[in-house]
């Protein structure tokens, strides 16, 4: 079957430390987005990639950072930049067709800050 | 700037009755594209509906319709014969030149 995976489903991060979620998509998509949702707040844009070993900030880039080697894969890495990193991460991925396709997305993950 | 508003943050709906929610946006864009996402329990967006800007006809799939317009910047959706696997939170997204805006969300309930 076709689609996104997220992992780990949740995630635990330190003071002071990194974390990395991963996400994987077999859907031959060029376009793959990271999305931060809060409680009672809509999805926003961390970053997006539309081709392999390019991507751009979306609004709220501070702290995060992301790598797109190869098409299937684009991981993003919360820094300890990030004072409030405890949030429900999305990733999604979209075709080749320009900005406007509809965007599949990842089962997500939960980052809790201990 | 780009906005997205959903006045709406909760919605009730009788099983096999219709519902409509709201949602209100902004843009300077004349290219852009409008979604409505449902998230159910599971937390995995799912895509409902799509309208492209420049079409004037309304997108419909199967009991979800959506009543677009585009002068009021409007774009509500309806659920018709509203089942209990409707219940969710909804989101209305605009989608200008790679901005990605989400609306905050209207909870739906369902009651049998």
């Known amino acids: 079957d076709g689609g996104i995976t997220q992992s780990p489903k949740y995630l635990f991060r330190k003071e002071g430390q990194n974390v990395t979620l991963s996400c994987e998509q077999n859907?031959?998509?060029?376009?793959m987005y990271w999305y931060r949702q809060d409680p009672g707040q809509g999805l926003r844009l961390i970053y997006y990639s539309q081709i392999v070993n390019d991507f751009q900030k979306g609004d709220i880039a501070e702290g995060y950072s992301v790598s797109r080697e190869k098409k299937e894969s684009f991981p993003l890495t919360v820094t300890s930049a990030q004072k409030n990193p405890t949030a429900f991460y999305l990733c999604a991925s979209s075709g080749g067709g320009g900005f406007g396709e509809t965007q599949y997305f990842g089962p997500g993950t939960r980052l809790l800050v201990l | 700037a780009q906005t997205v508003t959903q006045s709406q943050p909760e919605m009730s709906v009788q099983e096999a009755e219709t519902v409509t929610l709201s949602c209100t946006y902004d843009t300077s864009e004349s290219d852009y594209y409008l979604f409505w996402y449902k998230q159910p329990p599971s937390r995995q967006m799912i895509l409902v509906i799509r309208?492209?800007?420049?079409?004037?006809q309304n997108a419909t799939e199967n009991r979800f319709s959506v009543n677009f317009q585009k002068a009021a910047k409007s774009f509500s959706l309806k659920i018709s014969d509203s089942q209990l696997g409707d219940a969710a939170m909804y989101f209305c997204?605009?989608?200008?030149?790679?901005?990605?805006?989400f609306g905050t969300g209207t909870r739906l309930k369902v009651l049998a």
């Open positions: 309208q492209e800007a420049y079409k004037q």
């Open positions: 997204a605009l989608v200008g030149t790679y901005k990605y805006i």
């Open positions: 859907l031959n998509h060029d376009a």
